[in-house]
């Protein structure tokens, strides 16, 4: 085994992943005893992983402790914190359009969370009109004129719930950037708020036909049946959320026990 | 998980009446003691939040076992953080009396320095750039390569390998560069 600067992280990830032969395995080990850097490398690379999984419910203790006190979440909390950001992290683009760096603000998410608790829901339109908030979409741009312009324009009428408006900015901005996810989950969530629900759970099901994994867009597809009072289909797909503790999990868990 | 503690299996479920029963019953407690030692009311909470959350690490553990009861294990951690608090924020050092007797301080020790190094990984991956913090994002969702490389709009699975390596390499770089990092260890 040649373990050097370059290659170190990828041989370290086949010893996390349990790729390694076992004659590799001891060398590796012996380096992991011998060298004090890869040692740190492995600890932090460990360590990360282990922080990444307790995020969450470090974040959620955080959340009904600060319910409990009835103030703000600490502003030392680093889930809190990134919530707060008033500026989110652009997210980038590689698009050869030269769309590049958007981002949806999630900020809004923490409204959708915390101590949200709504008994006595009449029915699913209720339950969608108490729970589908939405998040404002925060965009921004490296680009021409016209694509600022029209970044601006789709994120000003989104964010003021003009969907009308709205609508022909996310296609002309689809038009250029046809995977910006963002859009095409503002686009999912625009349609629905125009009730034009095939359309929505049409652009829900193009989300998921580019990428299953990330489940936010199968909240708002739930929000859109129950909007419809299509009860049975929006609780498929709200147990479906809380099974793989995907996005807003304990809201559809909520949300379900609403139903029962 | 279950635990037989029922304040412990609270903070494992988060259940807001537990935790709610352990504000209430323990953290006037805390207030008072940590008071004797230099804490405030806005301190005394900090510390009683962060203890709560240390527990909650170390109860994930499948080993673990509560040798006291909640409330003395409660008010070790929260000594402890106390202690490194008042160092870093007053700089000076506090009396911890029971600090001989308990067995494993090593342990809570570990356990908050060890929450504090995952603290300092946050803080370090908020300062990468886009690329790299969507990356990680998307990895840490189990996201595969393939549709990592979708998703960042690169050509191969390969690419988006090579690009993690980068990033994992230019975030490990800054967290070994970092001081605080170095007194966490």
């Known amino acids: 085994m040649n373990l050097n600067e370059n290659n170190k992280y990828e041989i370290l990830d086949d010893y996390l992943s349990g790729g390694m032969s076992a004659d590799d395995l001891d060398k590796f080990r012996a380096f992991l005893q011998s060298d004090a850097d890869l040692a740190m490398d492995y600890q932090i690379v460990t360590e990360l992983k282990e922080a990444k999984e307790f995020a969450p419910l470090e974040a959620d203790i955080r959340a009904t402790l600060a319910s409990i006190k009835g103030g703000a979440p600490s502003a030392t909390s680093p889930q809190v914190a990134v919530s707060h950001n008033p500026n989110p992290t652009p997210i980038s683009k590689t698009s050869s359009r030269r769309f590049l760096y958007t981002s949806i603000a999630m900020a809004a998410s923490l409204l959708l969370l915390v101590g949200v608790f709504l008994p006595n829901m009449l029915d699913s339109g209720d339950s969608y009109a108490q729970y589908a908030m939405i998040e404002p979409l925060n965009l921004t741009t490296k680009g021409t004129v016209t694509e600022l312009t029209l970044t601006k324009a789709l994120q000003e009428a989104y964010n003021a719930q003009d969907y009308d408006q709205a609508l022909p900015q996310i296609e002309a901005y689809l038009a250029v950037a046809p995977k910006d996810m963002d859009v095409l989950l503002a686009k999912g969530i625009t349609l629905m708020e125009l009730n034009r629900f095939d359309e929505a759970h049409a652009a829900f099901d193009y989300i998921k036909s580019l990428n299953p994994r990330v489940k936010k867009y199968q909240w708002f597809d739930a929000q859109c049946y129950l909007k419809q009072g299509k009860l049975p289909e929006a609780q498929s797909l709200l147990k479906d959320l809380v099974a793989s503790k995907a996005y807003n999990h304990k809201q559809a868990q909520e949300l379900l026990a609403t139903f029962e | ?185």
């Open chain 2, 1 to 185: 998980m279950k635990h037989s503690d029922p304040y412990i299996n609270a903070l494992l479920t988060n259940d807001q009446r537990g935790v709610k029963e352990i504000y209430d019953t323990y953290l006037p407690r805390l207030e008072a003691i940590l008071g004797k030692m230099g804490c405030n009311k806005d301190e005394a909470w900090e510390v009683f939040q962060e203890s709560l959350i240390v527990i909650l690490k170390k109860a994930q553990s499948p080993d673990f076992q509560l040798s006291s009861s909640f409330y003395t294990f409660l008010v070790s951690i929260a000594k402890f953080k106390w202690f490194n608090e008042s160092k870093k924020k007053h700089n000076k050092n506090v009396t911890i009396d029971e600090i001989g007797t308990l067995s494993d301080k090593d342990d809570i020790l570990e356990s908050i320095m060890k929450l504090e190094r995952f603290q300092l990984y946050q803080q370090k991956l908020k300062e990468l750039d886009p690329v790299c913090q969507k990356l990680f994002e998307l990895f840490f969702e189990k996201m595969s390569l393939r549709d990592i490389a979708v998703e960042l709009g690169l050509n191969t699975e390969n690419a988006a390998k090579q690009k993690k390596y980068k990033c994992q390499k230019k975030l490990i770089d800054k967290i070994k560069r970092d001081v605080i990092f170095k007194q966490l260890l």
